[in-house]
T-cell receptor
């Protein structure tokens, strides 16, 4: 499984766009990049998944450069309720492989 | 309708006791998991079941025994509880198949061993 590296913590003011970058230098050809969000006292929640270029949904955008060795989760106009831990994972396209969570990035949104 | 539900949400017990945590999912998924999140917030896979069959056991002490009576349920029984077992235990489920990076987690069961 490809190892991921992301900042331990980030601070942001409300209304700003937040970009969290994740490095995965050893990503394999068939690996997908997946991001999860975990609020205090809750289980992780799937946010977005992508393979290359850009993926957007109602929660976030995921930017993946051509070499796929990194990815950036972009949260537009964050609010206090976006305060959470964000996990970047690399998921093999093989099914039934348990997700391996790293330390994640603790995002604190300040009023 | 809670997709993945765990009971109890909180559990406080003495060392040496035996306890169980139940998990049920109503998503029709074939694969279920137990994860442990310790005080340092590391989230680690413990077990994975597919169609009631154990497929992953990540070096968990044999005091931990998962049981899957059917595809919708995966219970965790812990014998002879130790202080180090104190953690939040999360149940999760997913579809079986390629590219399924989406797990649905329960709200967690916080176990405190005194």
């Amino acid at each position: 499984l490809a190892k991921t590296t992301q900042p331990i913590s980030m601070d942001s003011y409300e209304g700003q766009e937040v970009n969290i970058t994740c490095s995965h230098n050893n990503i394999a050809t068939n690996d997908y990049i997946t991001w999860y969000q975990q609020f205090p006292s809750q289980g992780p929640r799937f946010i977005i998944q992508g393979y290359k270029t850009k993926v957007t949904n109602e929660v976030a955008s995921l930017f993946i450069p051509a070499d796929r060795k990194s990815s950036t989760l972009s949260l537009p106009r964050v609010s206090l309720s976006d305060t959470a831990v964000y996990y970047c994972l690399v998921v093999p396209y093989s099914g039934n492989t348990p997700l391996v969570f790293g330390k994640g990035t603790r995002l604190s949104v300040i009023a | 309708d809670t997709a993945v539900s765990q009971t109890p949400k909180y559990l406080v017990t003495q060392m040496g006791n035996d306890k169980s945590i139940k998990c049920e999912q109503n998503l029709g998924h074939d694969t279920m998991y137990w994860y442990k999140q310790d005080s340092k917030k590391f989230l680690k896979i413990m077990f994975s079941y597919n169609n009631k069959e154990l497929i992953i056991n990540e070096t968990v002490p044999n005091r931990f025994s998962p049981k899957s009576p059917d595809k919708a349920h995966l219970n965790l029984h812990i014998n002879s509880l130790e202080l180090g077992d104190s953690a939040v235990y999360f149940c999760a489920s997913s579809r079986t198949g390629a590219g399924t990076g989406e797990l649905f987690f329960g709200e967690g069961s916080r176990l405190t061993v005194l």
